[in-house]
Nanobody, 119 residues
Framework: QVQLVESGGGLVQAGGSLRLSCAAS????????MGWFRQAPGKEREFVAA????????DYADSVKGRFTISRDNARNRVYLQMNSLKPEDTAVYYC????????????WGQGTQVTVSS
């Protein structure tokens, strides 16, 4: 089964930027649609962005559209999330996973990476 390790989170001021990375191991993710999800304290996990296997098509939640960019490097078995113009409401633990539509296809999650945006 594929193992996913997210990294790149941190503390940033509102308006700042972060780049998250998702490293996959155990199997190639090159043929999978991949996505990013996030979970804020006291809230359910929600969809953030997804990308098709080639990187030619992407999908974003309305709340991040125009600010976040998802990309992938199949040769390195990695997926990225560039986050610009961050807002305090973006504060959450961010996870990556293979997706079908806007849902993860796995029944488990990695450890995630914490993003905290201060006002």
């Amino acid at each position: 089964q594929v193992q996913l390790v997210e990294s790149g989170g941190g503390l940033v001021q509102a308006g700042g930027s972060l780049r998250l990375s998702c490293a996959a191991s155990g199997r190639s993710i090159s043929s999978y649609f991949m996505g990013w999800f996030r979970q804020a304290p006291g809230k359910e996990r929600e969809f953030v962005a997804a990308i098709n296997w080639s990187g030619g098509n992407t999908d974003y939640a309305d709340s991040v559209k125009g600010r976040f960019t998802i990309s992938r490097d199949n040769a390195r078995n990695r997926v990225y999330l560039q986050m610009n113009s961050l807002k305090p409401e973006d504060t959450a633990v961010y996870y990556c996973a293979p997706t079908l539509g806007r849902r993860s296809t796995l029944n488990y999650w990695g450890q995630g990476t914490q993003v905290t945006v201060s006002s």
